[in-house]
């Protein structure tokens, strides 16, 4: 069954292709929902929202977008909810463990090195507003291209681009402090 008739199917036939729908993109929405309110519970949340507001827009989906990205919208818009009833910042976003790829057994400087960046990145990241953690998640975490993006924010390509760009400024902003203490201290080889 083609992914762009699921709705379609699942409209006509009442539920019979919704737990496909289910099945097929919660594991994606529940990542990206994750790293948008940082922590686990509030992203089983907003994945089980978004699937309610989706089955019950299942008559208004028009077929101009896909599938993932219609669900996405509705996941990011449930998370951007959330987090604007919360504040827009000061959530902590998770971070991988594996962020850096070694090449041997990091050494316990590096280790304890990478641990300090994480904590930062992270840090960085819940300073940003709602939007531009959404874009940069979607962007740099998902490798979601900026058209798909722009259709799940709702907002025009180029505005999309721009919700990147200031993300990736901030970040890098923000991380420059721990960049320059790396190239002194050597560490920035790792």
Same mark, same amino acid.
């Not at 070694?102 to 904590?119: D, G, H």
């Given at each position: 069954m083609e992914e762009a008739t699921l709705p379609e199917e699942a409209h006509a036939d009442g539920r019979a292709s919704f737990p496909t729908l289910v099945e097929r993109h919660s594991r994606y929405l529940f990542r990206v929902a994750y790293r948008m309110t940082g922590n686990e519970q509030d992203a089983e949340d907003m994945v089980q929202e978004a699937f309610l507001r989706a089955h019950r827009r299942f008559g208004s989906y028009d077929g101009q977008a896909e599938v993932r990205t219609w669900l996405t919208r509705i996941a990011v818009n449930c998370c951007l909810d959330l987090?604007?009833?919360?504040?827009?910042?000061? @959530?902590?976003?998770? &971070?991988?463990?594996? !962020?850096?790829?070694? *090449?041997?057994?990091?050494?316990?400087?590096?280790?304890?090195?990478?641990?300090? @960046?994480?904590?930062? &990145?992270?840090?960085? !990241?819940?300073?940003? *507003?709602a939007a531009e953690r959404a874009a940069f998640v979607l962007r740099h975490y998902e490798g979601a291209p900026v058209e798909e993006i722009a259709r799940a924010l709702g907002k025009p390509a180029g505005a999309t681009r721009h919700c990147v760009f200031r993300a990736v400024q901030k970040l890098r902003e923000a991380l420059a402090p721990l960049a320059a203490a790396a190239r002194a201290s050597g560490e920035a080889g790792i």
């Open positions: 987090l604007r009833s919360r504040g827009r910042r000061g @959530i902590p976003v998770p &971070l991988e463990e594996n !962020l850096a790829v070694w *090449t041997s057994e990091p050494s316990p400087e590096q280790r304890m090195f990478s641990e300090e @960046i994480r904590r930062h &990145l992270g840090a960085a !990241l819940s300073r940003l *507003t």
